[in-house]
């Protein structure tokens, strides 16, 4: 039980470095369409997918602060039906972001 609790924990760290990451990406993205500048549609898509993980990262925290245990016994019942409540990894093709945008 102990080792599945820190495997858990460890996972969700990862999964938060990686999206930390990710925002950042996203956040380049948006500043090119507040800029008028033309997305490719490939950062289109990776953009909506980076909001709706911030939206299921929120979520998580909030039910994190009532109860640890409510995320993981939420995930592991989803899980069943191959749905997850946990932030999926975004992929933007190795397109790189101008860093000026």
Known sequence: M???FIDF???IFSIFRRERTQTKKAIQILRKVLKKQDP???EIRFLKG???DLVKIVGLMGLGVV???IPI???KSLN???ISIMPKDQDLDNTKIDKDA
């Open 40 to 42: 490719t549609p490939e």
């Open 67 to 69: 109860s640890v245990a």
């Open 50 to 52: 980076q909001s709706l």
């Open 9 to 11: 924990w460890k996972n």
């Open 73 to 75: 016994a939420l995930e």
């Open 2 to 4: 102990y080792k599945k």
């Open 80 to 82: 069943r039906w191959g």
